[in-house]
């Protein structure tokens, strides 16, 4: 909601928004060889980085220097600068470094926040090694209208 009434910024309209997508590819580029239409798959909030810049080469995609694609209202330079639109459209183009597979006996409404708060939490775990046993404390906190 932020987004779509540009409290974060101004906005290029129409926007849809949306991010931790599950869904179904519909369509895949000649050179993609590890998905396939119908697959069950799972977009986080990036559809897509340089890919060329010392964070996206270390695998800090999340970090790119010359500007992340967002999942929805971000220009969009390997498609004419369109923007784009999020997991409420009808349809996404997403780099396939961007996809995950989810398994199709899995509910997406539950998956869903997997692919962003989940992963939020998760990430620093690996990052520390924490093991079975070991005591961490992991504090959260949602999105509210008093936001700046």
């Known amino acids: 909601m932020h987004a ?3 409290e974060w910024g101004s906005q290029k ?26 697959d069950r798959v799972g977009v986080g909030c990036m559809v897509d980085s340089c890919r060329e810049c010392e964070s996206c080469l270390d695998g800090l995609e999340q970090y790119c220097e ?4 967002g999942t929805y209202g971000a ?8 923007v784009t639109q999020g997991g409420y459209s009808s349809a996404v183009v997403v780099d ?7 398994p199709g006996n899995l509910d997406p409404a539950a998956v ?8 939020t939490t998760f990430s620093p775990l690996r990052h520390f090694d924490v093991e079975e ?3 961490v404390g ?3 906190s949602a999105g509210s209208d008093t936001w700046p």
């Open 13 to 38: 309209y129409p926007l849809v928004p949306g991010h931790e997508i599950v869904g179904t590819v519909s369509r895949v580029g000649s050179a993609v060889t590890d998905f396939i239409p119908g």
């Open 133 to 135: 046993g070991d005591v």
């Open 66 to 69: 010359n500007g992340l694609i």
């Open 138 to 140: 992991v504090v959260g």
């Open 4 to 6: 779509t009434r540009g």
């Open 112 to 119: 869903a926040p997997l692919l962003c708060a989940g992963v």
């Open 75 to 82: 220009k969009d330079p390997r498609n004419g600068d369109a």
């Open 96 to 102: 396939r470094r961007y996809v995950v597979r989810v």
